[in-house]
């Protein structure tokens, strides 16, 4: 990676360049140049490190958000097209999709996306910079994004920040500063959001849109959450889960031999029929399930998931997710994870009914934390000693009134430019690949405007990126998208 530097700042210059301090500056830039080979072709590049505050109703700083802006060098920024990249948690920094997806460099990792050693980055053939500037953005006490204290020393309350609603109110309002200051209003503009990001980004397409009128023309979802969805103890939530039993017992060898013979895509669309048409209608009925009907269903499930048919029956249909990490390899000796179920892990004891620790997930924080401090420090020249947030202090989290899944459908019914691309894992557990299909389907129940949503999923987990082949396909999706959501001519049904 070719680099040049250049300082900008509107406060001290000096508090960048040449000391460290525990405290991040309120408005502050630094720019470097680079150069990278993207599908084969030389690009030259500005990348921009900063933090911009969020204002109050008075005008006064009560937060400043870190961001990493990358700019294709010598283009017009009103033709480019700008995407704003938000992750999730809630509580996540910006860091997964900016060092292993989109950006243009991609953590040290193997074809399948297993970590390596020495830790650290390498340019991203397959970065969407070609085609777009991005930003990636992280929300208050994530990455270097922090609360500011007011003149009497007193932070703002944690409520304007930390939940469903006040999230997307005031980066709504923070995006449209960003905007203004980097003259893109001219510009075709996305969102795409990872995992919480999904409902973040549906319910800033709505808000953008009728608060800061500001009108996109996509919305991409990665392995989205839907909290319409989980934590009810419904029956939707729990029949939505086996296909993705089966893709992770079949990617694990688990199934029995008549289905593992076959191609995982060759299987699954029979699932998905049977969880939506059996199994969702058996758990609806509880208790009053004829003995005949739970059997018959508990069987098939058995086949499906790779699990045993009494464990089932145990569970009286309802199979807890974390139940089946931990039993699916208990004879072989391992669990599987969470959000990749192609990890493996070890837990102290075989028995019990939930692994003792996320196996994807230890593994993902001990190759980025490094990496990403390095990067943003030596290769972008942003120096402090503000610890980088990989997970930041959120909670309480208010979920209450959560309408992101509807600010998605009034956004696209209000503007017909508008279009949807959805991108899933079939090895994540933990917003499983047929759960946002659902939730697609949920979000516009007339189906008018389905032409204008695409889903694609990968044979990975929620990162589906971190595999190469994956990182390959899933970049071109984007592109792709792009390319079918840039309109000309009138905005109109």
């Known amino acids: 990676m070719k680099k040049q530097v250049f300082l900008l700042a509107f406060f001290t210059i000096s508090n960048l360049l040449f000391s460290q301090g525990n405290k991040i500056p309120l408005d502050t830039m630094v720019v470097t140049k680079h150069s990278i080979q993207i599908k084969g072709q030389a690009l ?29 060098s010598n283009s017009s920024p009103e033709k480019r097209p700008i995407i704003f990249s938000f992750n999730g948690g809630p509580g996540s920094a910006s860091v997964w999709m900016h060092i292993a997806y989109t950006g243009p ?8 996306g297993y970590p390596v050693q020495p830790y650290g980055v390498t340019d991203n053939p397959n970065a969407i910079l070609d085609v777009a500037d991005i930003v990636f953005v992280d929300p208050v006490n994530t990455g270097y994004s ?22 997307i109110k005031y980066l709504a309002e923070w995006m449209n500063t960003f905007v203004t200051r980097h003259n893109r209003w001219e510009s075709p503009k996305y969102l795409i959001g990872e995992s919480y990001g999904g409902p973040r980004v549906m319910g800033l397409s709505k808000e953008l849109q009728n608060s800061q009128w500001m009108y996109l023309n996509g919305v991409i979802l990665v392995s989205p959450a839907d909290y319409k969805i989980y934590s009810t103890n419904q029956p939707i939530y729990s029949a939505l889960n086996l296909p993705y039993f089966t893709a992770a017992a ?59 048919k009494k464990a089932i029956l145990d569970h009286n249909l309802n199979v807890p997710t974390r139940f089946f990490w931990k039993e699916l390899l208990r004879d072989k000796g391992f669990t599987i994870g969470r959000l990749d179920s192609r990890y493996l892990g070890i837990d102290k004891m075989t028995a019990g009914n939930s692994p003792d620790y ?10 980025f934390t490094p990496a990403i401090n390095y990067y943003l420090r ?20 208010d979920r209450q009134n959560d309408e992101t899944r509807e600010a998605l459908r009034q956004a696209m019914a209000q503007n017909p430019y508008l279009k949807v691309l959805v991108q899933s894992g079939y090895y994540d557990g933990a917003t499983t690949y047929f759960a946002a299909k659902y939730t697609i389907g949920q979000m516009d129940p007339s189906g008018k405007m389905k032409d204008r949503v695409s889903f694609k999923a990968y ?31 009138s905005a109109k049904y």
Request: proline share 4%; charged share 30%; net charge negative.
């Open 44 to 72: 030259s590049y500005e990348a921009t490190a900063g933090t911009q505050p969020v204002w109050d109703t008075n005008g006064e700083p009560i937060a400043t958000l870190f961001y990493t802006y990358y700019k294709k």
């Open 105 to 112: 460099v991609v953590l040290n990792i193997d074809d399948e």
């Open 146 to 167: 922090r609360m500011v204290e007011n003149k009497d020393g007193k932070l703002p309350d944690r409520k304007t920040f930390f939940g469903i609603n006040a999230d």
């Open 250 to 308: 079949w990617h694990q060898k688990a199934l029995p031999a008549t289905l593992q013979q076959k191609d995982l895509l060759d299987i699954l669309p029979e699932v998905e029929t049977f969880a939506i048409n059996d199994l969702m209608p058996a758990l609806a009925k509880g208790g009053f399930i004829s003995s005949e009907e739970k059997e018959r269903v508990a069987e098939t499930m058995s086949l499906y998931s790779g699990l045993d």
């Open 358 to 367: 996320n196996a994807e997930l230890s593994s993902w924080l001990h190759s």
């Open 378 to 397: 030596e290769e972008l020249n942003f120096k402090t000693d503000v610890k980088y947030n990989m997970f930041g202090d959120v909670h309480p989290w």
């Open 459 to 489: 044979r990975s987990g929620h990162m589906m990126y971190l595999r190469n082949e994956d990182l390959k396909s899933s970049t071109d999706d984007i592109r792709q998208f792009i390319k079918d959501s840039a309109s000309k001519g």
